[in-house]
Structures are given as structure tokens and as C-alpha cells.
């Protein structure tokens, strides 16, 4: 048996038993749970990346850091507590940092799985080693402390002291800890935003995941704490989202190494915070308008009404579509959406002389029938069309094959019409603003079926490499200087089709 098998086999069944070893705490345990499940799946896919394992040390960090409840405190200060009493207080008084080291390696090595280099470099070895020291040293100092409802600190004997009983040890310890805490997280993050601003290609769409999660559960966070500072005791709803949010970052880990290619982050947190920031201000607004209103109606009636709730929450509801597209303009103003698609332009050759030849009412006619093929095709290969002008189509795609396929079969049906088209298709990063798709890559689309035949269908070099192994004969259609593009452009003719199917 594969020794990465052997691992996530004991990362599960530990994880399963670990109620009945440390307290059984439902929130550290639903956060652990997706941390060590995510670390596992990793972990057998891909052991020689140290995320993978990174991830694990997280979710042990999380149980072990919950103190078991009904423990016999005054044994434990008197220093009187049994083995298997002590050892899991020990546990927590030193995972919670050993957690909290991983997460900083984690931020600044992910995606590679190396340190940054340069001075970055020298700068995280110092830190994680300063906070490698403090950890070993929580675990061997003469005392220990723990929570014990989330709030109580206790400090309580080390049995498994090695360092002397120094009257300054635990103010020093402490503070340190706060010190290295503080320079650590603010270290981490600027070793992300400049190595995201230095990444390129697949290194940047895989950090940008990293960045979502993160994002999610710092918004999350700040709703539930501005929820509380508004509605105080009433906001029974304040830290749900943070919940709910708290996985998304394993979540997202996993995503950017095993299937980064799938989605489009980008438009998932121009979403996200189009969505949340409706959200959030229809949920303030509810609050406070049903705070106010009752109060007043409890003054003058001496009653509350439920219905008056029920009447604020419908107008909540009802407002939700308005105020999210106010929100819309100013999030794709801030932070546009962006996406990888596969772009399609396609128009007929020779529509002048057509029209000339046919006359206004029968050119009409096949236009409309052109038009529904095109249409039709779009539909049932997942295209969405972005622009139509005169017998022009541009349309989008998700998945390149798709694109392919589908400017092959348009190609296919419009020759039954006894026309011909000319079309490029291309695949790169685009700008999405509202149903707006712009950017180099749309221009650069457009110019490449400019560049295509009468009849032909022409591609980029990028979207042959990005359709891989696919039933079409490519044949060279050489290098381009495309008008207005950066650069020259290495372009193929799509020339044949091996089967008939999709």
C-alpha cells in the first residue's frame, strides 16, 4: 500500500476519533473536519507538496487546541491531575501556535510549496523560526496556560517543564507571542500581495483562490462584528455567514491545486461581494428600521408586532434586486470581474454582394435562417452571445473544446444555407463588466477571424494548446502581425473532423 494512502486512511479515522480524545467542540471540529479532509485528499494526490501537509497540521491545531470539558482544575493547579488529564491541557497550550505557524508557512509558500526569494527569503526563515522557538518554548516553560470557556484564561503547572521557574517567564512568553503574532500576520500578507503582483499564468489563478477564501472570511467576520456593534443582543444572525465561511479556504486550497481550471475566481468574488454587499445592506437596514419601529410602536401601544417584522422583511426582500444592481457598477468599478473564455467571432463572407444580389426581402430571409443556426448551435454547446451586428456573431465560452466544436458545426450548418463564413476563435483572460466581456483578448479574437480565409476556420496558437488532443486536423496558417496587437501571432486552419461527435 501506497504510504500517502496510509496517511489519509489515519488522517480520517483520526478525525473521527478525535471527539472522543479532546472536547468536542462543534465548531473547531466542523472547521478541522474541512482543513484535514481537504489536507487528506492532498495529501493523496499531491504528497510531495507541502501544503498538503500544512493543512493537516491547521486541523490538529483546531482539535487540540479545545480544552476536554469537566476537568478537575484545582487537581490541575495543585498539580495533582492524572497523565491523560494533563496531556491534552498540555496539547492545547502549544497547538494553537504550532497552527498558527503552519497557517503563515502556508501563505507564504502556496502555490509552489518554496519561500519567496530574495531578501523575502531570509526575512520568512527569521520569522517562522522566531515563532518555531516560542511554540517549543509554550510546551517546556515551568507553567502552562489554557481557556476554559472561551474567555477564562487558566494557568495551571507544566509537568513536562524543562526550562527553569523564572519570575518573568510568562510576562515574557506572552507578550512575545502578541509581538510575533502582530509582525507575522502583516509579514504574511504583504509576501502574498507581492508575489501575487509578480505571478504569472497558472501560479497567479491558483493564488487568487487562495485570495477568495480569505476575503470571504474576513467580509464575513466584519458583518458579523458591525451586526453586533448595531443590533447588539437581537443579532442572533451575526456570525453565520463566518461559519459557513470558515471552510471555504481549504475549500479554495484544493480547488487552485487539483482543478484551478474549472472556474473563473474572479467572477466569483465580484459576485460575492456584489451579493454580500446587498446583502449586508439590506440586512443593516432591516435591523435598524425594525429596532426604531418597534421601539416607537412599544412606546405609544406598549406592544411589539411580529407583523410589523414580517412587513420590514418583505420590503427587505423586495429591495434586494434594486440595491443590487446600484452595488454592481461601483464592485466591476473597483474589482472587475475576470475570466478565462474561449471567444468566438464569426460573420458571412461576401454579406454586400448577397444582399445586393438577392434583394432586401429575400436576404432578410436568409438572414433570419442564418441567424437561428447559429442560434441554434450556440445553444446546445453552452455558448452565450455576447453581440450580434448584422451577420456578425461574437459569443463566449467556458471550456475551449466547446468553442471548437461549436464554430466547426456553425461552419457546417451555414454551408446548408449555401453561405460561407469566416471565423476566429481564440481563448485568454477577459474583463467582465455587468454582461460586458472586453479586453486584449476580445480584440485580439476579433483580429484573428480578420485573419482567417474566406470559408475558413482559424485559431490561435493558445486555443489549439488549450483543446489539447481533440478529433480536428490543424494545418499552419503562419505567423501574424494582427492590427493593433502587441506582438506575432502563430495561427492554424481548422481543416477536417475525424468524427462526427461532440
Not at 332 to 337: E, F, G, K, S, T
Not at 400 to 407: D, F, G, H, M, T
Amino acid at each position: 500500500m501506497k504510504p500517502q494512502i496510509v496517511v489519509g486512511v489515519v488522517v480520517i479515522v483520526a478525525l473521527a476519533l478525535s471527539p472522543l480524545l479532546f472536547a468536542f467542540d462543534p465548531f473547531s471540529m466542523f472547521v478541522a473536519g474541512w482543513y484535514g479532509v481537504v489536507g487528506g485528499l492532498l495529501v493523496l494526490r499531491r504528497p510531495g507538496n507541502v501544503v498538503s501537509w500544512l493543512l493537516l497540521v491547521i486541523a490538529f491545531g483546531f482539535v487540540a487546541t479545545t480544552v476536554p470539558m469537566g476537568i478537575d482544575l484545582p487537581a490541575l493547579m495543585a498539580g495533582r491531575a492524572s497523565l491523560d488529564e494533563f496531556l491534552p491541557v498540555w496539547l492545547s497550550s502549544w497547538a494553537g501556535g504550532l497552527s498558527y505557524i503552519a497557517y503563515t508557512t502556508l501563505t507564504m509558500i502556496f502555490p509552489s510549496g518554496r519561500l519567496p526569494r530574495g531578501r523575502w527569503r531570509a526575512a520568512a526563515i527569521a520569522l517562522l523560526a522566531v515563532q518555531g522557538v516560542l511554540v517549543a518554548l509554550s510546551a517546556i516553560a515551568p507553567t502552562i496556560s489554557f481557556n476554559t470557556d472561551g474567555s477564562t484564561t487558566v494557568v495551571v503547572p507544566n509537568r513536562l517543564a524543562l526550562l527553569p521557574d523564572l519570575p518573568l517567564w510568562a510576562v515574557w512568553s506572552a507578550d512575545a507571542a502578541i509581538l510575533v503574532v502582530i509582525v507575522a500576520s502583516f509579514a504574511s500578507t504583504a509576501s502574498f500581495v507581492v508575489r501575487y503582483r509578480r505571478s504569472i499564468g497558472v501560479e497567479r489563478l491558483q493564488m487568487r483562490w487562495l485570495a477568495a477564501g480569505v476575503a470571504a472570511v474576513v467580509a464575513t467576520i466584519a458583518f458579523g462584528l458591525g451586526s453586533l456593534a448595531i443590533l447588539g443582543g437581537e443579532a442572533w444572525f451575526a456570525w453565520l455567514p463566518a461559519i459557513v465561511a470558515y471552510p471555504l479556504v481549504p475549500i479554495a486550497i484544493g480547488t487552485a491545486i487539483l482543478r484551478y481550471r474549472l472556474y473563473d475566481v474572479d467572477i466569483i468574488i465580484n459576485r460575492t461581494l456584489v451579493y454580500g454587499g446587498a446583502t449586508f445592506v439590506l440586512a443593516v437596514a432591516f435591523g435598524a428600521l425594525n429596532v426604531a419601529s418597534q421601539r416607537m410602536l412599544e412606546a405609544v401601544t406598549g406592544q411589539r408586532s411580529d407583523v410589523l417584522t414580517g412587513a420590514l422583511a418583505v420590503a427587505a426582500a423586495l429591495a434586494f434586486g434594486p440595491v443590487r444592481r446600484r452595488i454592481r457598477p461601483l464592485v466591476d468599478r473597483v474589482l472587475p470581474a475576470r475570466a478565462v473564455l474561449a471567444l468566438v467571432f464569426t460573420d458571412i463572407v461576401g454579406s454586400t454582394r448577397i444582399a445586393a444580389e438577392f434583394g432586401d426581402e429575400r436576404w432578410r430571409g436568409l438572414l433570419d435562417r442564418y441567424r437561428a443556426a447559429v442560434r441554434r448551435e450556440l445553444s446546445r454547446l453552452g455558448g452565450r452571445e455576447i453581440d450580434t451586428a448584422g451577420d456578425g456573431f461574437f459569443a463566449t465560452f467556458h471550456r475551449p473544446v466547446a468553442a471548437l466544436e461549436c464554430a466547426w458545426h456553425i461552419r457546417q450548418a451555414v454551408r446548408g444555407l449555401g453561405l460561407d463564413t469566416r471565423t476566429g476563435v481564440h481563448v485568454g483572460e477577459c474583463e467582465m463588466r455587468g454582461e460586458k466581456v472586453s479586453g486584449l483578448a476580445v480584440h485580439t479574437a476579433a483580429r484573428v477571424m480578420a485573419a482567417a480565409p474566406d470559408g475558413e476556420l482559424v485559431v490561435s496558437e493558445a486555443l489549439r494548446e488549450a483543446v489539447g488532443e481533440l478529433d480536428m486536423q490543424f494545418a499552419d496558417h503562419g505567423v501574424h502581425q494582427l492590427k493593433g496587437i502587441p506582438g506575432q501571432w502563430h495561427l492554424y486552419r481548422v481543416t477536417a473532423r475525424e468524427s462526427a461527435t461532440v
